[in-house]
């Protein structure tokens, strides 16, 4: 089988550091959130995938290289972004009528992958939201399977969001549903088609889907939802490690874990955490930091700084504010 993650939208919600960093692409927790993705399928089994690139897809293609030499993957350009439903379609010669995973290149749930890909029926993930009108939404029956899919309902029956994790075993059936969606130009105001529509005609041709609830659900399309999903996984790989203010020698400096430094950082006359990620050699000075993102080779000085998401080789002295800054950016208001 293969796993298929769609990564070719602009993120225009996490503008400015997405006019040069795709958002798959954004530090988090150590990691960036294609990553974390790539790495769960990898632990349980998936060993071939399909990436549909687009914009910024080139910084894609040299992440994977450099972080992923050996990874057997196939790279599909997406030149015009028309929704989910058209990147899945534009995959149909790589993926060839195998069973698929699909999941979305902006999200990271925690689930069992293990048992849903050996699981005897096409699965879709789920979970209970308050206000389901802003997603895809699932109807389902008291044994949990899907009786009916409907994209963003604006009165929904149902409360339980699809997101953005498929397994498909029946994968003839929805590349055939997908032709016809697209062939039928049954795209939605903003021209996308959707994955969902094509789901629902295979239900409509008898294909049984099962809904199964994920643990948690981070949509990292928002600053947000992204710091937030921050805070929640450096402290899950905190707990595992026994991480401590110890565990970190920085002389002139307090450390409040959690918090995920990478290689070749300076920090001096800091008070850094909690919360924070901190991306590959960068240099912070005399700052109190929590709450928030730093990208790779950034300069901070004399900063107080929250709920913040500072681009790779940023540059911000004299500032105390919440700030979301994109890559090669200086701000000097001392």
């Known amino acids: 089988m293969k796993a298929i993650i769609p ?32 790495d769960q399928l990898l632990d349980a089994g998936v060993t071939e995938f399909v990436f549909v690139i687009g914009y910024l897809g080139e910084k894609i293609q040299r992440y994977l290289a450099k972080h992923y030499p050996n990874l057997k993957y196939t790279l599909v350009n997406q030149t015009d972004r028309k929704g989910t439903g058209h990147a899945i379609w534009l ?40 206000d389901p009108r802003g997603f895809g939404v699932a ?20 409360n339980m969001a699809m997101v953005g ?36 005609f295979m239900i409509e041709q008898g294909i049984n889907f099962q809904g199964f609830r994920v643990t948690n659900w981070f949509d990292c399309g928002k600053k947000e939802n992204l710091l937030y999903t921050n805070a929640v996984l450096l402290k899950e790989q905190s707990e595992a490690r026994g991480e401590s203010a110890a565990s970190y020698h920085y002389d002139t400096s307090v450390i409040i874990p959690p918090v995920s430094i990478a290689e ?50 940023a540059f911000v002295r004299g500032l105390s504010q919440s700030l979301n800054i994109g890559d090669n950016t200086e701000i000097d208001l001392g």
């Open 165 to 200: 994790v498929y397994y498909i075993k029946e994968t003839e059936l929805m590349y055939r549903a997908l032709d016809k969606h697209l062939n039928d130009r049954t795209a939605d105001e903003e021209g996308e088609y959707h994955l969902t529509n094509a789901l629902q």
């Open 264 to 313: 070749g950082c300076t920090i001096s006359h800091s008070i850094i955490g909690p919360n924070v990620t901190i991306g590959e050699h960068t240099n912070i000075k005399a700052s109190i930091i929590k709450d928030t993102i730093i990208g790779s080779f950034a300069e901070l000085d004399e900063v107080v700084l929250h709920s913040s998401i500072i681009g790779s080789d």
């Open 91 to 130: 995959t149909r010669a790589a993926v060839d009528n195998d069973e698929v995973m699909i999941v979305l290149g902006d999200t990271i749930c925690d689930y069992d992958v293990k048992k849903v890909i050996s699981s005897s029926m096409s699965q879709i993930g789920v979970r209970k939201v308050d």
């Open 139 to 158: 109807e389902m029956n008291d044994k949990d399977k899907v009786l009916k899919v409907v994209e963003k309902p604006l009165i929904p029956k149902s």
């Open 7 to 38: 990564v070719a939208g602009a993120g225009t919600k996490l503008r400015p550091l997405t006019y040069t960093q795709p958002k798959a692409l954004i530090p988090i927790a150590g990691k960036t959130i294609l990553s974390v993705i790539i």
